[in-house]
């Protein structure tokens, strides 16, 4: 079985994963694949470097199919070249975060039923902005990028609990005692039914409601989020979109 290195990586105030070595594009939804519980094999995070880069090398098993969820030995502690949704790169500084990545096999709302997970792992009234950030008191205190390879899909989860950038947000909790929590969410939401993650990712939603501006590059979209579709998409004056970076107006 071949090892995988992984690195997590940051948005301006939160953090997520890099796949390394994987010419895989980066995924926040798939629609093919039943929902379907969680899976990791045994990771291990490498001490810090002198120069301040850790890495997770773990072993990914396509074939587990263990009903246990979800699991990490530990998070990384510090990371300099991270990157983000639309390849941005960050910094997060040394034992500021929680910085995880999980193994889950795919279903079709991961990354919605993993921004619930963290959600409620950190509580405190932290909301969700479409398609994968956490909020607290409307500043951005977290995030999650979800990579989908055939038969798995890498979870990065990042928060900020000591440390955010200019306008920012930080949750300042055990970063232990957060991790536990967010495991066991994890576990549940990672293989809960669809209906339930999408009826729990609504009543969690910052965003439904408002008035956004969704970035697609060369396309702009702007109304209002009236929902969220079966897929994940959000429905912008009845619109359904896919991908994007939203603004809220």
């Keep these: 079985m071949p090892l995988i290195a992984l690195t997590t990586t940051t948005t301006a105030s939160a953090t997520r994963l890099r796949l390394s070595k994987l010419r895989t594009a980066p995924a926040t939804i798939t629609t093919t694949s039943p929902a379907a ?5 045994t990771s291990v995070i490498a001490p810090v470097k002198p120069e301040g880069r850790a890495t997770q090398v773990g072993h990914i098993d396509a074939g587990c199919r263990t009903p246990h969820a979800a699991r990490v030995d530990r998070g990384a502690d510090h990371q300099t070249a991270g990157r983000g949704r639309l390849d941005r790169r960050w910094e997060a500084p040394a034992g500021t975060g929680l910085l995880v990545s999980f193994v889950l096999r795919p279903n079709p709302v ?3 039923a993993a921004g619930v ?20 008191n409307g500043a951005k205190v977290g ?7 055939p038969a798995t899909a890498i979870c990065g989860i990042g928060i900020n609990l000591t440390w955010a950038p200019p306008g920012g947000a930080k949750l300042n909790q055990d970063r232990d ?9 994890l576990d549940r939401w990672a293989s809960a039914d669809v209906e339930d993650v999408l009826s729990t990712w609504r009543a969690l939603s ?16 702007e109304g ?9 998409e959000l429905i912008v004056d009845g619109t359904p979109v896919a991908f994007g970076s939203v603004t809220h107006l």
């Design 224 to 232: 209002k989020a009236e929902d969220i579709g079966r897929g994940g």
């Design 143 to 149: 995030g999650i990028l979800v990579e989908v390879l």
């Design 37 to 41: 519980r969680s899976i990791i094999t």
């Design 110 to 112: 991961l990354s919605l």
């Design 117 to 136: 997970a963290a959600a409620q792992a950190c509580g405190g009234g932290v909301r969700l902005k479409w398609p994968n950030d956490l909020l607290l």
């Design 177 to 185: 005692v957060l991790l536990d929590r967010l495991r066991v969410e």
């Design 206 to 221: 910052d965003t439904l409601g408002r008035r956004v501006r969704v970035d697609q590059g060369e396309h702009v979209i």
